[in-house]
Structures are given as C-alpha cells and as structure tokens.
C-alpha cells in the first residue's frame, strides 16, 4: 500500500478551518449586551457594520437568527455554519454566510464575531490567507478590542492572543479501532494541541472523525499556531496510513467481510437511522481507503461519502422535500444512500 495513491493526505484529511474571535473597542460583549436595555439597537448596529464592509468583498447571506424557524436554524447547525451558542443568543445574533457556504462569519455569538472559513481536504495555509483577508477588512473600519500584552480580547481567556483556531477533521479508522487515540491525545495535549469529536467542543468521535486544533492562543503566534498543528496532522496521518496496512495484512478476510456488509446493507435497506448510516458509512469510507471499491479517484468518492452524511441529516432532508417524522426521514435516508452509493462505487 505505501507509495500508492490510497496512501495519501487526501484519503485522511477531510477538511480544514481557520476561526477568528474578534470584539469591537466600542461595544459590550455579546453577554453583557443581552443585559442592556439597548441590546437589539446596538446589536442591529454591529451586524450592519459588519454586513457593510463583508460585502464589498464578496456577497453573502444575511441570516437574522431571530426570526429563523427553528427546521432553518438546525439545518444551519448540521451544516456547521452556525453554532447552538449563537442560536441560544437569537434576541441580538445574526450570521453572514457565502452561497457555497465556504465562509460563515457568526455575529453576536461568544464573541462579535466569530468568522471561520472551510475548505475540503488539507490546506491551512491557504484557509488561513482567507479568513485573514476577511479579518483585515473588517478592521480596517471598525477597531477592534486589543491589549498590547494580551493581544485580542475575547469573553473566553482560552481564545485571547491571536483569538485563532486552526483545525483540520481527520478520517482515523485504523487509528481509533486499534486502541491507538488514548496514546494520541495526551501527547498533543502536551503540545497545546486538543483533539475533538466531528461538531467541535464537547462533541464525541462521530464516524472515526477526530478534529485536531490548538488549544493555546495567547503566547503564539498565528505562524506557531498553523506549524504546530501542521506539525501534529504530519505525524497522526503518517500513523493513520501505516496503521491501516497493519490492518489489511493482520485482519484481512475478516475486515473486507464487515466493510462488504456494510456496503451491503447501504445499498439494498429499505429503512436506516442516521447513527447506523454514520456507522456503515464509516466502514465504506475505510474500504475505499484500502482500495475495496477500486483505487481510481478515491477522495472523490470519500468526498461523496462526507458529503452525503451531511444531507442524511435530519433537518437538510427536511430542508429539501417538507418536514417528516423520524419514521419517514429513515425510510427517505435508505431510499437517497441506496441511489448515491450504488452509483458512486464499484466494488471489485
């Protein structure tokens, strides 16, 4: 396997995100500013600031999550662009997305402005020269909270300094299926590095999916921040593909069985809930990994997998054919998965 193109930063990185905390000099933090009696003005006035300079740039969305149903508003959350913080702050918190949902800058949040940008597959370089475009426009008009010794000022101590989080979701079957994670995570928490669960904070593994993100702002540089975490993609990968050769050659019969079942299942259930998909999904993702289902263009079809999890999704399948029970949504999911993944692979 190493040297082919299964044995790649594509067939392990899923995606990669640059998040920016930043506060306005002039106005409360969004906590304080729920307890003023001018909060909806002044939180009127921030968002129209920031709306203001954003899209002399580029044309966003403008979505006041105030008056969001609460079907919009989860379809938003699954989708990662909003937070359930900035719901919960609906009375002043609004959020400004692109059409192709590659940046999503949250508004009245945690912090005035929390502004990430995503990208598939490994690149956080290129999310980072992005966001910090973004970051310079807005400043440029509007100055933002700013210690010389403490750097940005943001409601949680952990995000002062830079006020940046790089991350980069990472696809670690062979790693967490052998017991490996526990060994991983204390040592990249020496580091000032933090690994997470697919939806952030205080989510758990979710399809082998693990985020890896500097926990430490203040102190680093934003150069620091994206080495150190570069740095630590670097060796989880490496492990990631060497873990998964152990596996072919130690398990075998016995691994292609349990992937090719659950490719089975995929392709032929009339009815599945989503933590059953997520599951399944997550061994067909390993098998196009290992070259199961042929070894032409396998982040296509990796791509094709993550991007069907998030349409399975309770509130996008109701975002696309009206509101269904849970019944229904599991009877639409295996009839939607059985088209797409039949399609998708060729198992050989």
Do not use: W
Not at 93 to 98: G, K, N, P
Not at 186 to 201: F, H, I, M, Y
Not at 276 to 302: C, M, N, Q, Y
């Amino acid at each position: 396997m190493i040297g082919t193109d299964l044995n790649t930063y594509e067939c392990v990185a899923v995606s990669s995100r640059i998040r920016l905390a930043r506060n306005f000099a002039d106005y409360p933090f969004p906590d304080r500013l729920l307890k003023s009696p001018h909060a909806e003005e002044q939180a009127s006035e921030i968002v129209r600031l920031i709306a203001a300079e954003l899209n002399t740039l580029e044309d966003f969305d403008l979505y006041d999550i105030g008056t969001l149903t609460d079907e919009t508003a989860a379809y938003l959350v699954e989708r990662n662009l909003i937070s359930r913080d900035l719901v919960r702050h609906s009375r002043i918190s609004a959020a400004l997305i692109t059409p192709d949902e590659s940046i999503s800058v949250m508004i009245n949040e945690e912090d005035h402005i929390r502004a990430q940008y995503f990208m598939k597959g490994y690149d956080l370089r290129k999310a980072y020269e992005r966001i910090t475009g973004i970051d310079d426009v807005i400043s440029e008009s509007i100055p933002f909270a700013f210690d010389e010794t403490f750097g940005y000022l943001t409601a949680c101590p952990t995000n002062l300094g830079t006020g940046m989080r790089a991350s980069v979701m990472l696809f670690l079957p062979a790693v967490s299926r052998r017991g490996l994670m526990k060994s991983i995570v204390p040592e990249l928490t020496r580091l000032g590095l933090t690994v997470r669960g697919a939806s952030g904070e205080g989510s758990g593994a979710e399809g082998d999916l693990f985020q890896i993100s500097n926990e430490v702002t203040l102190g680093r540089s934003e150069g620091e921040i994206l080495s150190a975490v570069e740095k630590a993609v670097t060796i989880v990968v490496e492990l990631e593909l060497k873990e998964r050769d152990r596996m072919r050659i130690e398990e075998g019969i016995t691994l292609q069985d349990r992937i090719m079942r659950s490719y089975g299942i995929l392709t032929n259930c009339l009815t599945i809930d989503m933590k059953e998909f997520i599951s399944r999904a997550a061994d067909v993702k390993l098998g196009i990994a290992l070259g199961f289902f042929g070894t032409d263009e396998p982040e296509k079809k990796l791509g094709c997998i993550d991007d069907l999890i998030v349409a399975m999704r309770p509130a996008n399948i109701n975002r696309v054919g009206g509101t269904r029970t849970e019944a229904e949504q599991n009877i639409y999911r295996a009839e939607f998965i059985k088209k797409i993944i039949g399609k998708s692979l060729t198992t050989v």
